[in-house]
T-cell receptor, first 114, second 118 residues
Framework: EAQVTQNPRYLITVTGKKLTVTCSQNMNHEYMSWYRQDPGLGLRQIYYSMNVEVTDKGDVPEGYKVSRKEKRNFPLILESPSPNQTSLYFC?????????????FGPGTRLTVL | AQTVTQSQPEMSVQEAETVTLSCTYDTSESDYYLFWYKQPPSRQMILVIRQEAYKQQNATENRFSVNFQKAAKSFSLKISDSQLGDAAMYFCAYRFGRSGGSNYKLTFGKGTLLTVNP
């Protein structure tokens, strides 16, 4: 089954404790992206990756890091989480073969930073 | 920068009735795509319908249809014969049309929470 998986689905942590949210896709997609969703703000892009070892900032990159060492994986790293990073996070992936390029979303990760 | 505006934070509809959700966007591009996503309580993002800007014909998917007005930069979603399972948050989203080496970022509106009353 074609899918994007994220782990963990729920996480409660404390300020300053480094954490990683994993994202993996099995569709051989080149493009992957992270969004955060906050009430009243919709979804906003954090980082994206066009391919292995190619990443760039989205609209709200502060406080986050990413890496793309393998095509299928695109982890989101919070080196020193703060309460304002409490949010719902989505990973998405897409191919680059032209057309409307449907983005497939993961199930979301609910992060709470105390 | 592109922006997407959903002016209705909440809407409600009676079961079996029709409801229209509004969306406007701002872009200087001529080639782009527009989407409606549904987010039920499970939080999964589900693509409902898409529209290519170069197509004049409005997209339709079963009970879901859009009214795409390119000149007015308007992209509303009509849900016919509303069902209890349609209750969800609905997001309008925009993506520019260039491909190959570009950021395929989706720009989302803030969402409209749809309630379906039995």
């Amino acid at each position: 089954e074609a899918q994007v998986t994220q782990n963990p689905r729920y996480l409660i942590t404390v300020t300053g404790k480094k954490l990683t949210v994993t994202c993996s896709q099995n569709m051989n997609h080149e493009y992957m992206s992270w969004y955060r969703q906050d009430p009243g703000l919709g979804l906003r892009q954090i980082y994206y990756s066009m391919n292995v070892e190619v990443t760039d900032k989205g609209d709200v990159p502060e406080g986050y890091k990413v890496s793309r060492k393998e095509k299928r994986n695109f982890p989101l790293i919070l080196e020193s989480p703060s309460p304002n990073q409490t949010s719902l996070y989505f990973c998405a992936s897409s191919n680059q073969q032209g057309g409307w390029l449907e983005q497939f979303f993961g199930p979301g990760t609910r992060l709470t930073v105390l | 920068a592109q922006t997407v505006t959903q002016s209705q934070p909440e809407m409600s509809v009676q079961e079996a009735e029709t409801v229209t959700l509004s969306c406007t966007y701002d872009t200087s591009e001529s080639d782009y795509y527009l989407f409606w996503y549904k987010q039920p309580p499970s939080r999964q993002m589900i693509l409902v319908i898409r529209q290519e800007a170069y197509k004049q014909q409005n997209a339709t998917e079963n009970r879901f249809s859009v009214n795409f007005q390119k000149a007015a930069k308007s992209f509303s979603l009509k849900i016919s014969d509303s069902q209890l399972g349609d209750a969800a948050m609905y997001f309008c989203a925009y993506r520019f049309g260039r491909s190959g080496g570009s950021n395929y970022k989706l720009t989302f509106g803030k969402g409209t929470l749809l309630t379906v009353n039995p």
